[in-house]
């Protein structure tokens, strides 16, 4: 396999950072046009040949599916260098990568990822849901940490290459989906503190199932006010990898003690609700639905943003706002979304040693939403935004 890592001539961090944070310029940047489109199929060409049928499934228990790694056939990989355009990537067989140890996603934590997946319908279609704005979130997010990042085309092309070189891996109906996994990291190495002279864009993929070890069980949330998520004018509103590995120690923690996840506290004042380790938070009280207002310490989740338009369509009035911890508290349901999590009820929160337990029903406001969000992904209810792109 071709190593990821090549050495590059320098170029002031300053002057590149200036340049990629000038609006004007990220704009002519991303939308140059690119042949990337018309030379997809020459990228998978030049993929070793896959040798599985089209129908063919992977041998997987497909009954017992949960949320680990199971790594499919191939991955994706593309390049910019010389602080140019992102190049035509291209398929190989997944596997280890070859990097400088002075690369800066290892020495400063210059990185996103994102997270999609692919679905399996009852007629053998392949779906995506929304990708678009996973590359649009994915440009935002570079734009904050001084990386370029690939077109919207580029990224939903690469997404869609991934997707079918690994098919086979694509649970049956109902089973499960394609977790897809794009990331961005700087790839070329740098000593001193400053962006990157080289850039890497991978995708690898993997079957899941469901997030939470409870499976479709209601969860049981605790409320974290020592450790923070992310602060006021740091990177909680990007999908940056450095905003997972201080969520450990609390989570860690928080399972130990039989939680479900950890929900954090915004880190001024300890009083309003931000987001759990990995997905949103909603509440209902009195048929109104309200969710935490992004204020770039949230990350704007594009399930969160698909059951907001959801809900508002169905008549539910939906008030993005700051939630004091006492709202939660005195809500009559809540729930998480999130890519991986799905629509995810709650059960119990806990907050300062004292516990509240929730309503569990079928006429959960969160199971209807859920409901609505499964069947546009399996093509039982109509899709009136156009969210999901064909693949196959």
Request: one cysteine or more.
């Amino acid at each position: 396999m071709t190593p990821l890592y090549i050495s590059f001539k320098f170029i002031p961090n300053t002057i590149f950072c200036t340049y990629l944070q000038n609006s004007k310029t990220l704009a002519s940047l991303f939308t140059r046009a690119t042949r990337f489109a018309t030379q997809a199929a020459a990228a998978l060409n030049s993929c070793e040949p896959s040798t599985f049928s089209g129908d063919e499934y992977a041998d997987v228990d497909w009954n017992n599916l949960g949320f680990g790694l199971m790594p499919s056939d191939y991955m994706y990989t593309m390049k910019c260098s010389d602080y140019e355009n992102f190049q035509q990537g291209k398929l190989s067989r997944y596997g280890n990568i070859e990097m400088s140890p002075s690369a800066g996603v290892l020495n400063y934590g210059q990185g996103l990822f994102e997270g999609t997946k692919a679905y399996r319908r009852e007629n053998g279609g392949l779906f995506l849901f929304r990708p678009e704005q996973n590359a649009m979130r994915m440009q935002i997010g570079a734009e904050r940490m001084c990386m370029p990042a690939p077109s919207v085309e580029q990224f939903v092309d690469a997404v869609k290459q991934t997707a079918l070189a690994n098919r086979r891996w694509i649970p049956p109906p109902g089973k499960g989906s394609l977790y897809i996994r794009p990331l961005l990291m700087g790839s070329g190495p740098i000593l001193g503190l400053g962006p990157a002279p080289e850039y890497t864009f991978l995708i690898y993929a993997s079957p899941v199932g469901n997030y939470f070890k409870e499976g479709t069980a209601p969860l049981n949330l605790y409320v974290e006010d020592e450790f923070f998520r992310s602060s006021h004018g740091g990177v909680g509103g990007v999908k940056s990898i450095t905003n997972y590995a201080p969520v450990l120690k609390a989570q860690g923690r928080a399972r130990s003690r039989g939680f479900s996840d950890v929900l954090y506290l915004n880190s001024v004042d300890k009083r309003n609700l931000e987001e759990a380790s990995s997905c949103n938070i909603f509440i209902v009280k009195d048929g109104v639905i309200s969710t935490p207002k992004p204020n770039g310490s949230i990350l704007k989740g594009i399930t969160r943003k698909s059951i907001i338009d959801i809900a508002r369509d169905l008549g539910y009035k939906v008030e993005e706002r700051s939630i004091p911890v006492d709202d939660l508290m005195n809500a009559d349901e809540v729930f998480c979304s999130g890519t991986a999590v799905g629509v995810a009820p709650v059960s119990s929160i806990t907050y300062q040693n004292k516990s509240v337990c929730y309503k569990m029903d079928a006429e959960l406001v969160c199971r209807r939403l859920n409901s609505t969000l499964t069947g546009i992904h399996q093509g039982s209810v109509e899709d009136k935004w156009g969210w999901v792109v064909e693949i196959d």
